[in-house]
């Protein structure tokens, strides 16, 4: 029987990652940052390996020489990435599984940069809730919990009867640090995660019910 992530439990609102977690845009994020990474002179793969799940001025941060002006290089970086959406799709089973929330009961919660979310979104063939947290909205990223806190207050929830979907380890952390259940989505996944956390590889045999005004996942039948 497949895992059914949190099956005892009733939430007030579900909080998810964007990429790795409703859509998967890996490739085109691979073919953006790899750009970036060879016109700076550095090697892509350990750029690679640190960039998913963080805003992208913590990435050219750590890898930039002193002086780089990090906001230039992020905004050059989100056009090419608006750009190059080319192969987004939604993570199986994501778009049935959103359509049977309320929408004012779930939000998304993204490190990418409002117009990049949008794009990514529309290539994967999901409409946004009301409440969309992006790196314009946050001074503070994941693995910080404020994302994910400022996405509870605007819904009128507490945080710790949210449960969080994420598939990277800096959404992961964060989500705890709110104080939030945490459900991890394996689908872009290329080795086993190290997690407490319940894991299922898409949503393919989830369904969300509304009971008594909670959400709550159980098994599709």
């Known amino acids: 029987m497949p895992t059914v992530p949190?099956?005892?439990?009733?939430?007030?609102?579900?909080?998810?990652?964007?990429?790795?977690?409703?859509?998967d845009s890996i490739a085109a994020a691979n073919r953006a940052w790899s750009r970036w990474a060879?016109?700076?002179?550095?090697?892509?793969?350990?750029?690679?390996?640190?960039?998913?799940?963080?805003?992208?001025?913590?990435?050219?941060?750590?890898?930039?020489?002193?002086?780089?002006?990090?906001e230039a290089e992020a905004a050059l970086l989100t056009l090419a990435e608006i750009e190059d959406v080319e192969g987004t799709v939604a993570i199986p089973g994501a778009p049935a599984f959103l359509a049977a929330l309320p929408p004012t009961r779930w939000a998304i919660v993204t490190s990418a940069p409002r117009d990049l979310a949008l794009a990514r979104l529309g290539a994967a063939g999901l409409v946004p809730p009301p409440v969309i947290i992006t790196a314009n909205d946050v001074s503070r990223g994941k693995p910080a919990p404020d994302p994910f806190l400022l996405a509870a207050r605007r819904l009128e929830v507490a945080p710790q009867d949210c449960l969080v979907w994420e598939d990277a380890p800096a959404g992961i952390a964060a989500?705890?640090?709110?104080?939030?259940?945490?459900?991890?989505?394996?689908?872009?996944?290329?080795?086993?995660?190290?997690?407490?956390?319940?894991?299922?590889?898409s949503y393919e045999h989830l369904a969300a019910m509304v009971e008594a005004g909670r959400l709550r996942v159980t098994a599709r039948a």
């Open 38 to 70: 060879v016109r700076h002179g550095l090697d892509p793969a350990p750029v690679l390996a640190t960039m998913h799940g963080v805003r992208a001025v913590e990435t050219i941060r750590r890898w930039s020489p002193p002086g780089t002006d990090v």
């Open 175 to 201: 989500g705890e640090a709110a104080g939030a259940a945490v459900a991890v989505i394996t689908a872009t996944h290329h080795a086993p995660l190290d997690t407490p956390h319940p894991t299922v590889p």
């Open 6 to 23: 949190h099956a005892d439990r009733r939430f007030a609102a579900f909080l998810f990652d964007m990429d790795g977690t409703l859509v």
